[in-house]
């Protein structure tokens, strides 16, 4: 009998290693994809996923602020920022099926499962691609200390899916985009051409997911007659530790369904700049 859909997104939670867990992310996302296509939907079910997903035992998790720093600008540096680009990237893979697995009970049309087990199969794509740059400079994902604490925002929303939606995607990954235009200029300057290729695939399909992001909770918002808006302002706040941090990537967060009013508002003067 085949699995549901939640799971599927267990199986995936539940897989330690990186390459094993991202292939096992991507044939699950092609199994959810081609019975859409044959006009089929494979049973959403509910599932009980781990309250933490399984991780491999190398890296070693680390407070940030005990994370080793290196200059950008060296290969060693470069080395480092890779390996935390891998790191997110494998998280996000987690992030995403746990979205599917953790809030099956809720209803949603199809086409949010259609949208998050893209969004887990572009990261498991992401995690590959990443991994590959890393072996081609003779390091792997593993071979030195990653950010402890980047499942707490899933584990502060495991109960609340506007929370998840509001610091997932549209806080966390929008952040993203804001980032990604520098590290790219870094690797740009380093003549790093597969780095930059794989930063360059990532930074197109991250708008994707956080519009994801802002399509869904701008649905339940509507479901429950809410004002967006607020709602965002209120579960930032309370989920979120700390403030947004500017400059903006005005552009595609506005691409993505993000106003400059959602943001703006939770950076650590709260004004919008001119
Ligand atoms: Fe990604
Ligand atoms: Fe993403």
Same mark, same amino acid.
């Given at each position: ?58 890296? $070693? ?73 890393? $072996? ?22 495991? $109960? ?90 005005? $552009? ?23």
């Amino acid at each position: 009998m085949t699995k549901t859909l939640t799971e599927m997104a267990t199986e995936v939670l539940t897989c330690g290693d990186g390459r094993a867990k991202t292939e096992l992310s991507r044939k699950h996302a092609k199994t959810w994809f081609d019975a859409r296509k044959a006009g089929e939907v494979i049973p959403v079910g509910t599932a009980n996923p781990p309250l933490q997903p399984a991780r491999p035992e190398k890296p $070693e998790l680390l407070d940030p602020r005990d994370v080793p720093r290196r200059r950008p600008g060296s290969l060693q540096g470069r080395i480092a920022l890779l390996h935390a680009v891998a790191h997110i990237e494998l998280n996000a893979v987690d992030l995403h099926w746990d979205i599917i697995a953790r809030f099956g009970h809720v209803p949603f049309p199809i086409g949010f499962y259609d949208d998050w087990v893209k969004s887990a199969d572009e990261e498991s794509k992401h995690f590959n691609l990443i991994c590959d740059c890393l $072996e081609r400079l003779g390091s792997h994902y593993g071979a030195m200390p990653a950010h402890a604490g980047m499942w707490r925002a899933a584990e502060d929303t495991a $109960e609340d899916i506007m929370g998840r939606l509001a610091v997932v995607p549209m806080v966390l990954e929008a952040r993203g985009l804001d980032v990604t235009p520098g590290m790219i200029e870094i690797f740009r300057k380093a003549k790093d051409d597969d780095a930059v290729a794989a930063l360059e695939v990532i930074y197109g399909e991250e708008v994707g997911h956080v519009a994801f992001g802002s399509k869904w909770f701008h649905f339940l918002c509507g479901r429950e007659n809410l004002d967006p808006k607020d709602v965002f302002h209120e579960l930032v706040r309370k989920y979120f530790h700390g403030a947004l941090k500017p400059p903006f990537n005005e $552009e595609k967060r506005a691409e993505a369904g993000i106003p400059p009013d959602f943001y703006w508002p939770l950076t650590e003067t709260g004004a919008v700049a001119d």
